[in-house]
C-alpha cells in the first residue's frame, strides 16, 4: 500500500485492486450473511443473488467509494473496534467515524466516506445507523469545520462568451473537433451530465452504459425552420436503466442539432459499435473521452483567458442561461431531468454563481424576477422552504 493507506493486516481485509474492496472485504456479518444466504438458496442461486447486489453500483461508484472504506477500517483500527463491531456500525461508532477528520478534511470528503461504508453495508444486507440524529448532528459540525485548505474555488460556468470562441476556433472537417463541439453544444443547451455523452476511455466503453452509435437520433422539423433532435442514452443518474432521452431544440446560434448532425455526418464511417461520439482517425476511430474533449476546450479557452471550467460547468451554465433567458424552472428541470426537490438544491447552488453569470444581456432586475419564479416554483411543488 501507499503511504498513508496501510491498515492492520487481516485475512478479512486481502490487498485487492480498489475497486473489489467492497466486494471482498469482509466482517464476521458478512460472512455469516454469505452462509445465509447459502443456506436458503441454491449455490447457483445466491452466486447470482450476490452478483446482481454488487452490480447495481456503477464501476465508477465502486472506485469512488475505496478511499471511505480504507478510511472506515484505519480509524477501526486506531480505536481498536473489534471486527465483529464494523459491521453492522453502531451508530456511535459512525458519529465517531465523522468526527474523526473533522477539521482537517472537508465535510462533503467526510459525507463520501460515510456513504461508502454504507454502500458496504448495504451489499452484505447490514441495517444501516447512519440516518440516526446523533450522527447528523456531528456530520453538520465536521462540516462547518472544513478548513479553507480544503475549500475548492468554485469552477465557473460556461457561459455563451465560451462556446461562442469555441464554435469559430474548431475547424468542421475535423472528426475530432466536430464531435468536441456536438458534445459542448449538447451537455450545455441539453444540461446534460458529460459522462453521459463521452466516455472515460477506450477501454471502459459499455454500450450497457454508455451511449453508443447505434442509438436512433429522431429529427423533427418545427414551423419556424429549425429542427429539434431526440436520443436515448442506456443510463441516467436518476432513470438508473429505465433508460433517458435527450431533447435538443435547434437554434439560429450555436446550434446543438446542427452539431449534432454534422458530427454524425463527418464522422459517417465510425462503426455502430463505437460510442456515439467517436470520430475517425487516419488509422480508424477513436472514442471521445472527458479528458481529451476538456483538453481541447482549454486549448481554445486558455490563450483568451476564460475562466477554468470542470465537466459539470456545462450542466450548470446551460442551467443558468435559460433561466436567465426566460424560460420557465419546470422546463429546465424537465430539461435537465431533475426531480423538482433535486432541482431546488441545484438553484440554491446556482444562487452562487449568477453574480458570475451576469453580463450586459442580463440585468438586476431579471436575476430578482427569476427568485422570484423560482419562489412560485417552490411553492407550486410544495417543497420546503429551506433545504440542507
Not at 8 to 15: D, G, I
Not at 26 to 46: G, I, K, N, V
Not at 90 to 117: E, K, P
Amino acid at each position: 500500500p501507499r503511504a498513508g493507506c496501510e491498515i492492520s493486516p487481516s485475512p478479512l481485509r486481502p490487498h485487492v485492486p480498489a475497486v473489489d474492496r467492497l466486494r471482498v472485504w469482509m466482517t464476521p456479518h458478512s460472512a455469516d450473511f454469505d452462509q445465509r444466504l447459502r443456506l436458503e438458496l441454491l449455490p447457483l442461486t445466491a452466486d447470482k443473488t450476490q452478483e446482481l447486489a454488487f452490480a447495481a453500483l456503477e464501476p465508477n461508484t465502486r472506485t469512488n467509494y475505496r478511499a471511505g472504506l480504507l478510511r472506515f477500517h484505519q480509524f477501526c483500527d486506531e480505536q481498536g473496534i473489534p471486527e465483529s463491531s464494523r459491521m453492522p456500525a453502531s451508530a456511535l461508532l459512525l458519529a465517531g467515524f465523522a468526527s474523526w477528520r473533522a477539521g482537517t478534511v472537508s465535510g462533503s470528503t467526510i459525507a463520501a466516506w460515510l456513504s461508502a461504508v454504507h454502500a458496504w453495508h448495504r451489499v452484505n444486507h447490514a441495517p444501516w445507523a447512519g440516518d440516526d440524529d446523533f450522527v447528523s448532528l456531528v456530520k453538520t459540525s465536521a462540516s462547518k469545520l472544513t478548513p479553507a485548505s480544503s475549500r475548492r474555488e468554485k469552477r465557473a460556468p460556461v457561459t455563451l462568451q465560451h462556446l461562442i470562441p469555441l464554435a469559430r476556433a474548431l475547424d468542421p472537417s475535423s472528426g475530432r473537433d466536430c464531435a468536441v463541439l456536438a458534445v459542448a453544444l449538447i451537455a450545455f443547451w441539453g444540461c446534460c451530465r458529460l459522462g453521459e455523452l463521452v466516455v472515460p476511455s477506450k477501454a471502459s466503453f459499455d454500450p450497457r452504459w454508455h451511449v453508443s452509435r447505434s442509438a436512433p437520433v429522431r429529427y423533427i422539423d418545427h414551423w419556424d425552420g429549425l429542427q429539434s433532435a431526440h436520443f436515448d442514452i442506456p443510463f441516467g443518474k436518476v432513470e438508473k436503466e429505465a433508460d433517458a432521452r435527450i431533447s435538443l431544440t435547434g437554434r439560429h446560434e450555436l446550434c446543438p442539432v446542427r452539431a449534432l448532425h454534422r458530427h454524425l455526418s463527418v464522422n459517417s464511417l465510425t462503426p455502430r459499435v463505437a460510442p456515439m461520439f467517436a470520430f475517425e482517425t487516419d488509422t480508424g476511430w477513436a472514442p471521445l473521452t472527458k479528458a481529451a474533449f476538456l483538453q481541447r476546450c482549454e486549448e481554445v479557452w486558455r490563450p483568451l483567458r476564460l475562466s477554468r471550467i470542470s465537466g459539470h460547468s456545462f450542466r450548470i451554465g446551460g442551467a443558468t442561461e435559460l433561466l436567465l433567458a426566460g424560460v420557465p424552472p419546470e422546463t429546465v428541470a424537465a430539461q435537465g431531468r431533475w426531480k423538482s426537490l433535486a432541482f431546488l438544491l441545484y438553484w440554491r447552488k446556482l444562487e452562487d454563481l449568477l453574480p458570475m453569470m451576469i453580463s450586459k444581456s442580463y440585468d438586476e432586475t431579471r436575476v430578482s424576477d427569476l427568485c422570484v419564479e423560482f419562489e412560485r416554483y417552490r411553492v407550486r411543488n410544495g417543497l420546503p422552504a429551506s433545504v440542507s
